[in-house]
């Protein structure tokens, strides 16, 4: 079964507590009525964001490229050494399953068939389910292992991460209001609850079983070692100032929301480096010390895929989710801003920092 690692539970505690208390906190601190924050489902846009600067784009934009661009070039030049990777195994029937599931769930999820209209809001959890079972059916094919298969434990405590992890982001939107729903103003609080917290269960295993299908080209990813090594030295003075910066700004993010929204889509990740760092863990980030970035390159990349599906997916959905996004609210890609894709590459490595806090014993 899956159990904490050591530690574990000390930094996710710790985490959580830190992440839902700051900002409420803050807020009430400065003054400002909690009231709004409090509510339940949280459906009320109450955030007035700054309008698009091109300023700011173009220099987020820049920032985003320069980042990015030294990795996507050594990907891209990569090559397959040698013959490539056998097929191991015929693809797997489960795995035909997920993807008849996701195709019926895409076209009623797309669709509005008045003899569906009562479960048109729950179309969510079988479209991901089904993509799931796809992507753990295609590492099988090449590696002859999956995560769902030969780490069940593991697997299954996934889903049930996954949706606490994904409760803290809805939190914290609540402080900046970056998403907010359409298509659930039937829905009552505890039908709501109930559904999005199903939805939210599969993300976890959507993004650690994209990385584990990423991982199945090693050829590929090889490229990203012995790649500018990063070895950072005094990690509990490191992991003490981190940890007093973002604590400080998640205080102030409901106060100045245009500009700590950032905030949202790193701090969880900080946090739990930090806490690691200080306590002597191994982190996302370890592996950059000899040079190896494929352990922060991987998930990264899997978030933006499963990024991909879930801006497409949603489009059209009849519950779905619309951004207000300061500064960059412009040049759409399904619903997202372009810029606002560049938030799934830390959520990536959020994953993988979650999901290392889990151990698997005995599958």
């Known amino acids: ?32 009525p909690i009231a709004p ?6 459906r009320t846009l109450y955030v007035e964001h700054a309008p698009f600067s091109w300023t700011a784009f173009l220099i987020l934009g820049a920032t985003v490229a320069a ?17 490539p990777a056998p097929w191991r195994l015929p693809f797997p029937w489960w795995g035909w399953l997920g993807a008849g599931v996701t195709f019926v769930s895409w076209i009623l999820a797309w669709n509005r068939f008045p003899w569906f209209d009562a479960f048109q809001a729950y179309t969510f959890f079988p479209l991901w389910a089904g993509y799931i079972l796809v992507v753990n059916a295609l590492t099988m094919v090449r590696t002859g292992r999956c995560p769902m298969v030969s ?12 949706a606490a992890l994904w409760w803290c982001f809805e939190y914290l939107n609540r402080f900046v ?41 090693p050829n590929r990813f090889q490229s990203l070692t012995g790649f500018f090594p990063l070895d950072v030295r005094h990690h509990t003075r490191w992991g003490w100032a981190v940890l007093i910066c973002v ?15 950032p905030l949202l ?24 010390k000899h040079g190896d970035w494929r352990p922060v390159v991987v998930p990264a990349l899997a978030a933006l895929i499963c990024g991909f599906f879930w801006e497409m997916w949603n489009y059209n959905s009849l519950a779905h989710w619309e951004y207000s996004v ?15 894709y560049a938030g799934y590459l830390p959520f990536g490595l959020e994953c993988a920092a979650v999901a290392g806090l889990l151990r698997n014993r005995g599958g």
Request: proline share 7%; hydrophobic share 55%; aromatic share 14%.
């Open 326 to 340: 300061p500064f960059v609210q412009r040049f759409h890609v399904f619903e997202m801003p372009v810029l606002g």
């Open 247 to 261: 604590a400080t700004a998640l205080a102030g993010i409901g106060i100045r929301p245009d500009y700590l929204f």
């Open 265 to 288: 889509w790193v701090a969880p990740l900080l946090i739990i480096i930090s806490i690691q760092a200080i306590v002597g863990a191994e982190t996302v980030f370890s592996s950059l």
């Open 37 to 42: 924050y409090m509510t339940f489902p949280p």
């Open 1 to 32: 079964m899956a159990v904490w690692e050591r530690n574990g539970a000390i930094i996710g505690g710790v985490g959580a507590t830190l992440l839902i208390g700051l900002p409420i906190g803050g807020v009430f601190a400065w003054g400002m």
């Open 67 to 83: 980042v990015c661009l030294p990795f996507l070039v050594r990907l891209a030049r990569a090559a397959e050494r040698g013959a």
């Open 151 to 162: 780490r069940p434990g593991f697997f299954t405590a996934l889903f049930a991460l996954s």
């Open 177 to 217: 209001q970056n998403w907010h729903y359409l298509g659930i103003e039937d829905l009552g609080p505890w039908q709501y609850f109930l559904n999005a917290t199903l939805s939210f269960s599969t993300v976890l295993p959507a993004v650690i079983g994209t990385a584990e299908f990423l991982k199945s080209f």
